[in-house]
């Protein structure tokens, strides 16, 4: 996953790091169960019987003592929840937020990209399946606090610290923490999700937040059901809250071949989109390449991507783009107004900028987003 910058970030991330587990190759060692952290847990219930309910996501899960959730990252001990993953990244790389994809926040800047194990879905199609579906003491990891994340971020000239690659939901407790750190020193905090988190602990996470992508993984209860091991109801839930909370954000819809590629499909979402977020939200359709358990489909036709972004035109939304295709026109952002591009792009490089204070250089129409000023 390594992006731009990666070898020079990746030398001052272990020279300025120091940390005991960084070794000198800029390899991380493994940590044995035995030296997990742990740290409190911040959404749950206690139960009789030493049992917990774990209310961070809608899986609810219902836990014995010495016994974790479907994450596999939480654990019971004596009724008491904690999380294992507080302070433990598996991936840190520095990325262009391009890469995320978020094109409306902050353009051409750099992301401090960190994650740890764990996810609470397991979607078939998974790019990151090596750290998303393991448990901590399965990959290496280092010792990395809040604070630190946050200064490392400064000091390679990142304006914002990403929670990435796996799912930030189950590492919920570091996300926030690092996010009031990094707010400390002026950096932003943008989290990549699959938004399937109860609404409290969200509307929390977007009070300390900036930006937050979801990947939207399909338009049907049937694929979520049995593609994704989750529910799209919470989901659109998810959705509603962060644009109502006015936290950006973006939605990532991967386009499977046969799966979740119908006109039906895209038009119901297109249609839901306008009418629950309004026109302004972006949607990237991106192309799906063969990964995990889902190899025997092919990757998706340019021409069914093109289909998608025709049909979320057409219902009205002001920035759809497609995805994964590098140098394709649709990587651009359009004045919805004027037509004239304003922010031109090839894959993460920004070619051209034409904004004006967040606005069309040409005619003035403001472009939603967040803007440098
Ligand atoms: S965050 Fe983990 S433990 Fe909590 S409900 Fe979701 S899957 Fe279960």
Redesign the pocket.
């Known amino acids: 996953m390594p992006g731009r910058n990666s070898d020079i970030s990746r030398r001052s991330f272990v020279q300025s790091a120091a940390l005991p587990v960084v070794c000198a190759a800029g390899c991380w060692e493994a940590e044995g169960a035995a030296a997990l952290p742990r740290r409190e847990?911040q959404?749950?219930e206690k139960l009789p019987n030493q049992k917990i309910?774990?209310?961070?996501?809608?899986?609810?899960?219902v836990?014995d003592n010495r016994e974790?959730?479907?994450?596999?990252?939480?654990e019971n001990q004596n009724g008491t929840?904690y999380t294992l993953v507080h302070s433990r990244p598996c991936s840190v790389h520095i990325d262009p937020v391009e890469k995320k994809p978020l094109f409306h926040f902050y353009p051409g800047t750099l992301a401090f990209s960190l994650a740890t194990a764990?996810c609470?879905v397991n979607c078939k199609f998974c790019q990151n399946w090596e750290i998303s579906q393991v448990r901590p003491e399965q990959v290496r990891s280092a010792d990395m606090s809040p604070d630190q994340v946050a200064t490392l971020a400064r000091d390679n000239q990142c304006a914002s610290i990403a929670y990435t690659y796996s799912e930030p939901?189950?590492f919920?407790e570091y996300v926030y923490d690092t996010a009031i750190a990094g707010r400390a020193l002026g950096i932003k905090s943008v989290v990549i999700s699959n938004g399937?988190?109860?609404q409290e602990p969200l509307s929390r996470l977007c009070s300390q937040v900036d930006g937050i992508k979801v990947d939207l993984k399909a338009f049907s209860e049937k694929f979520y059901r049995e593609v994704v091991n989750g529910e799209l109801k919470p989901v659109l839930e998810s959705l509603v809250t962060i644009h109502r909370l006015k936290t950006w954000l973006e939605i990532v819809y991967l386009v499977i071949p046969t799966l979740n590629d119908s006109d039906q499909e895209f038009r119901s979402l297109c249609q839901w989109i306008s009418r629950e977020l309004g026109s302004d939200v972006p949607i990237h359709f991106t192309r799906f390449h063969p990964e995990y358990l889902l190899k025997n489909l092919p990757p998706t036709p340019l021409t069914t991507l093109e289909r998608a972004k025709r049909i979320a035109d057409a219902e009205g939304l002001n920035y759809a783009y497609i995805g994964n295709v590098p140098g394709h026109p649709a990587e651009n952002t359009y004045c919805p107004r004027c037509k004239e591009i304003v922010i031109q792009r090839t894959g993460f490089t920004i070619e051209k900028m034409n904004l004006k204070k967040g606005a069309c250089a040409k005619c003035g129409t403001a472009i939603a987003g967040r803007w440098k000023s």
């Open positions: 847990a959404f749950y309910r774990c209310k961070l996501c809608p899986r609810g899960c836990i974790r959730g479907y994450c596999g990252v939480r929840y764990g609470n939901v189950v919920y399937y988190i109860q």
